[in-house]
């Protein structure tokens, strides 16, 4: 308990107390294991207004950089 404390930067004193209040936790340890399927959930459309009141809908993945030079682009005040 002391090497982990000291390697985490934890008092010793803090880790006993833990211990106490959490009770034995070894019995959880023995449980057997459950596997659970988790599903990624697909990214969120981010709606962004811009300036000029469109507004684009990007996923909240987009990179930031690429975000910003499709904005400029939007942005810019030359009519197509």
Do not use: Q
């Not at 070894?26 to 959930?41: H, I, K, L, M």
């Not at 981010?46 to 499709?70: F, K, Q």
Request: positive net charge.
């Amino acid at each position: 308990m002391a090497a982990f404390a000291a390697r985490e930067g934890l008092k010793v004193e803090r880790l006993k107390r833990w211990r106490r209040e959490l009770g034995d936790v070894g019995a959880v340890a023995a449980a057997p294991t459950a596997f659970v399927e988790v599903r990624r959930r697909s990214p969120e459309p981010v709606a962004v207004v811009l300036r000029s009141g469109r507004v684009l809908r990007v996923s909240e993945s987009i990179d930031a950089e690429a975000l910003r030079r499709i904005v400029g682009a939007l942005e810019d005040t030359a009519e197509c």
